[in-house]
């Protein structure tokens, strides 16, 4: 089994930067692809990023490229997701998840999220 917990989140001005970390443990961690998905209240789920463990590809959602970078610290065991130049829209609660692959429709494990608002 797999374990994750994300952290990082916070209040910040649209036009801020907020750097998310999402510790793994439970397993190999490059047996599964880990990514970040967010839900705004109301609001469907969608995914936002994710990294492969195989060869380092990664992935974003049209409305965050060119804005959010995803990256990983072997050593650690931990993922990253640095967000500039966020937008109110970008408010939700963001959670990490280990995936068979990146091109999974769903997750195989999913941890606690962390709140991020950006105020206008």
């Known amino acids: 089994e797999v374990q994750l917990q994300a952290s990082g989140g916070g209040l910040v001005q649209a036009g801020g930067s907020l750097r998310l970390s999402c510790q793994v443990s439970?397993?190999?961690?490059?047996?599964?692809?880990i990514g970040w998905f967010r839900q705004a209240p109301g609001k469907e789920r969608e995914g936002v990023s994710c990294?492969?463990?195989?060869?380092?590809?990664?992935y974003y959602r049209d409305s965050v490229k060119g804005r959010f970078t995803i990256s990983t610290d072997n050593a650690k065991n931990t993922v990253y997701l640095r967000m500039n130049s966020l937008k109110p829209e970008d408010t939700a609660v963001y959670y990490c998840?280990?995936?068979?692959?990146?091109?999974?429709?769903?997750?195989?494990?999913y941890g606690q999220g962390t709140q991020v608002t950006v105020s206008s």
């Open positions: 998840a280990a995936y068979t692959s990146c091109q999974s429709v769903r997750y195989d494990y």
């Open positions: 439970g397993s190999t961690f490059d047996r599964y692809d």
């Open positions: 990294i492969s463990s195989s060869d380092g590809s990664t």
